[in-house]
């Protein structure tokens, strides 16, 4: 049975040119980049070349980025370093739409003696700038808002609340982790401090992150040890995923229109397929302001682990919200949050594609997804 993946929010196949850069680092050059001598050494100008393309995706300077294992680890350092550089601050902004690394992160400390202020969004997922700007006191010490939602697929106006911050001399981070190679961040011109990116999800294997720290920003490591990383993160360096991640950038930067033509012309045929075609279906989050691969649709009176269930039957891999809250019968926070009709967002299903997918995978899934609902709505027993 051929698979038919549409689940690339929640990770991506490695890309082929990410895996052949990769495979001299485990063969011949395994040696230690921090080394003294000529075999380790050697290495040291690969990882060089990988910071000089990873800041290139961002148009960034190469000393400001830092290697990280995945985009939690660089979600919770970001928070972790402005909270120490700044111990007379006791308060955090983010939003209630979140990754689970941000919120849980900001629910610790909240724990510990912060106040945290979650924005809320309205019923298409969207934020309010007004209550953005009234949520900034004297007293916060870091915003925290994600550049893309990992569910809905909606973009932030990054650009726009990092300058409110900025101007009233807050510390902004931006979780860019769904938004890297979909939406094009130019970090000479968004004044965000910090940014986080994960690898898996531009077609790098899972285990290796970056966090962005702008030149300037105070820094204090949140993984001790020895010298590497300019000292701000210990721990011998990971080389052949950071070269992973090198050559993933710059294939994200190459393949950039095409996401943002091509695979959002995927997304809206699948869309426009299943809601032609499916009744009393709905699409849950902002279609004029999201990632170009990701749409989120809801189906009434069903649930959504049912319809998982039988998609996968036919080698459809398609996710009932972010990987890291599958399981649970209840709607997701996003949601929750969206105000989404319980009989809708029970159902609600994400297909996120990317430049691997076909036209010919598109209307596989057209053609057999009606038939699915129809069959889990005469089981239902949600009845109106």
């Known amino acids: 049975m051929q698979v038919i993946y549409f689940d690339n929010n929640a990770t991506t196949k490695v890309?082929?040119?990410?895996?052949?850069?990769?495979?001299?680092?485990?063969t011949e050059l395994w040696g230690n980049p921090s080394s003294m001598h000529t075999f380790g050494g050697q290495v040291a100008k690969y990882v060089d070349q990988a910071r000089e393309q990873v800041a290139d995706l961002f148009n960034a300077k190469p000393q400001e980025i830092l290697f990280t294992s995945c985009g939690t680890e660089?979600?919770?350092?970001?928070?972790?370093?402005?909270?120490?550089?700044?111990?007379?601050?006791?308060?955090?902004?983010?939003?209630?739409?979140?990754?689970?690394?941000?919120?849980?992160?900001?629910?610790?400390?909240?724990?510990?003696?912060?106040?945290?202020?979650?924005?809320?969004?309205d019923e298409k997922g969207n934020l309010d700038l007004e209550e953005y700007a009234n949520?900034?006191?004297?007293?916060?010490?870091?915003?925290?808002?994600?550049?893309?939602?990992?569910?809905?697929?909606?973009?932030?106006?990054i650009p726009k609340?990092?300058?409110?911050?900025?101007?009233?001399?807050i510390l902004f981070h931006t979780d860019a982790v769904q938004a890297a190679g979909k939406v094009d961040i130019d970090l000479a011109k968004v004044p965000v401090d910090m940014l986080s990116i994960s690898g898996h999800k531009i077609h790098c294997p899972k285990g290796i992150g970056m966090l962005?720290?702008?030149?300037?920003v105070l820094f204090r490591p949140f993984i001790r040890g020895g010298h590497q990383e300019s000292g701000r993160r210990g721990g011998t360096e990971n080389v052949p995923y950071i070269v992973g991640l090198g050559k993933a950038c710059q294939l994200a930067k190459e393949h950039m229109a095409?996401?943002?033509?091509?695979?959002?012309?995927?997304?809206?045929?699948?869309?426009?397929?299943?809601?032609?075609?499916?009744?009393?279906?709905?699409?849950?989050?902002?279609?004029?302001?999201?990632?170009?691969?990701?749409?989120?649709?809801?189906?009434?009176?069903?649930?959504?682990e049912a319809v998982l269930l039988m998609l996968d039957r036919l080698g459809i891999c398609a996710s009932s919200g972010s990987a890291c809250?599958?399981?649970?019968?209840?709607?997701?926070?996003?949601?929750?949050?969206?105000?989404?009709?319980?009989?809708?967002?029970?159902?609600?299903?994400?297909?996120?594609?990317?430049?691997?997918?076909?036209?010919e995978e598109v209307d596989f899934a057209i053609e057999h997804?009606?038939?699915v609902i129809k069959t889990l709505r005469d089981l239902s027993p949600f009845k109106d």
Not at 161 to 169: F, T
Not at 332 to 357: G, I, Q, W
């Open 74 to 121: 660089s979600d919770n350092t970001a928070i972790w370093s402005a909270l120490q550089t700044q111990p007379d601050k006791k308060h955090i902004v983010t939003t209630a739409v979140e990754h689970p690394a941000i919120l849980e992160t900001a629910a610790f400390w909240e724990r510990n003696g912060y106040t945290v202020t979650r924005l809320g969004v």
């Open 325 to 359: 809250t599958s399981g649970s019968l209840e709607p997701s926070h996003v949601l929750k949050a969206m105000n989404v009709p319980f009989k809708y967002a029970h159902s609600s299903t994400r297909f996120s594609l990317c430049r691997y997918n076909t036209e």
């Open 258 to 304: 095409e996401e943002q033509t091509r695979v959002a012309a995927l997304r809206d045929r699948l869309e426009a397929g299943i809601l032609a075609h499916v009744p009393e279906c709905k699409v849950n989050g902002d279609p004029a302001h999201r990632l170009p691969g990701t749409t989120n649709i809801a189906f009434r009176n069903i649930e959504g």
């Open 369 to 371: 997804i009606p038939a």
């Open 212 to 216: 962005y720290i702008r030149k300037g």
């Open 135 to 157: 949520a900034l006191t004297p007293d916060t010490d870091i915003v925290s808002i994600m550049y893309a939602n990992n569910e809905v697929g909606n973009i932030y106006p």
């Open 161 to 169: 609340m990092a300058e409110m911050a900025k101007e009233r001399g």
């Open 15 to 26: 890309a082929p040119e990410v895996t052949e850069a990769m495979l001299p680092f485990f």
